[in-house]
């Protein structure tokens, strides 16, 4: 049990390395909690002891760990309203009307990226939880056609189609107006057993050399199975971050960056502003991701700042309040 000096000195360790990035020594706190030196670094000492701080130099001062990242964010950090020049911003992007829904979220990532030097993570639903709404082709040169797939939710893929040049490209509108008649509101994932059981039967049917069209459709259409609708703003904000300053640790983060599995466990289910701290984040021990859910205009997807542990938690948490909520007023109002 911390006492009131120690949650205070606590709290002005974590807030003084998250502005400087600076391990924070007991001089700098003496001036600060008018205590003697002695009396300051037992104080610290406790709270080594008790993990939520840690030296990363034997003649350095402290730096908080992970739990005590959490301890501030539990119990010491003061909530606050966001500030009036950050509501701006963001109040700028909501209140424009030529904005569709997809667009303002992406746009007010965007600002939070740029005003944090933090990197942001929009995951829409997967293509699992998408209904297929149309399949078009467009022809590119010869031989090569783009297929372009809609889904109920608005997710839009395309995907390259290599046809051979002696196919008419009547054959090809005739397969994809057939795929369309018959796969219309088929869930994503079950696209390709659809495609083998019920349209490949009688696709001889319809279209000459189907053998040809056949195979070509059934790889581009399941490729599109389990996809996620995932778009990063200020991926390479995270580099600028003092944590990340060696080849190593651009290399990991860049590569979990780039791994679907980890990306997708940034995925939220609860409807609140979650924190998740270090090895908690399930993306990289030294990162933190805030997060949230959001639900709303039939879209259903997550919202998430990736950051370094020593991050500007109230506004960042502020922030992402605010950008959810006039979500769900503009989700309304687009319905």
């Known amino acids: 049990m911390l006492g009131t000096r120690q949650k205070e000195l606590m709290k002005a360790i974590v807030e003084e390395y998250i502005s400087t990035a600076r391990p924070v020594g007991s001089k700098h706190l003496c001036k600060k909690f008018k205590v003697s030196s002695a009396t300051i670094r037992n104080d610290m000492s406790l709270l080594e002891e008790l993990g939520y701080l840690e030296k990363q130099h034997i003649s350095s001062g402290r730096v908080p760990s992970s739990l005590g990242y959490r301890y501030y964010v539990d119990n010491l950090m003061e909530p606050k309203k966001i500030s009036g020049e950050d509501m701006l911003k963001l109040q700028t992007i909501f209140s424009n009307n030529e904005l569709n829904l997809n667009d303002a ?7 939070v990226s740029d005003i944090t030097n933090y990197t942001s993570v929009i995951l829409g639903s997967t293509s699992n939880e998408n209904l297929l709404e149309k399949v078009e082709i467009i022809p590119i040169s010869d031989g090569n056609v783009v297929a372009i797939v809609v889904t109920d939710k608005g997710h839009v893929e395309n995907k390259s189609i290599n046809i051979p040049s002696t196919i008419d490209m009547k054959e090809v509108s005739k397969t994809a107006e057939l795929l369309n008649k018959m796969l219309r509101h088929t869930p994503i994932n079950e696209v390709p057993s659809k495609l083998e059981f019920e349209i490949k039967p009688i696709i001889g049917n319809y279209v000459k050399d189907y053998e040809v069209l056949y195979n070509a459709f059934y790889e581009a259409l399941s490729s599109f199975q389990n996809n996620r609708d995932v778009h990063f703003e200020g991926k390479a904000n995270i580099l600028k971050q003092p944590e990340f300053n060696t ?17 997708s466990k940034i995925e939220e289910t609860d409807d609140e502003v979650k924190v998740y701290i270090g090895v908690e984040s399930e993306l990289d021990d030294n990162v933190t991701v805030i997060k949230t859910k959001y639900e709303a205009g039939g879209k259903v997807g997550t919202i998430a700042i990736i950051g370094p542990k020593r991050m500007d938690y109230e506004r960042v948490l502020n922030m992402l309040e605010y950008i959810k909520g006039e979500i769900n007023k503009k989700g309304g109002n687009d319905e």
């Open 247 to 263: 080849v190593d640790s651009v290399k990991n983060i860049i590569s979990k960056f780039e791994s679907k599995e980890l990306v």
């Open 105 to 111: 979220i992406l746009k007010s990532l965007e600002i």
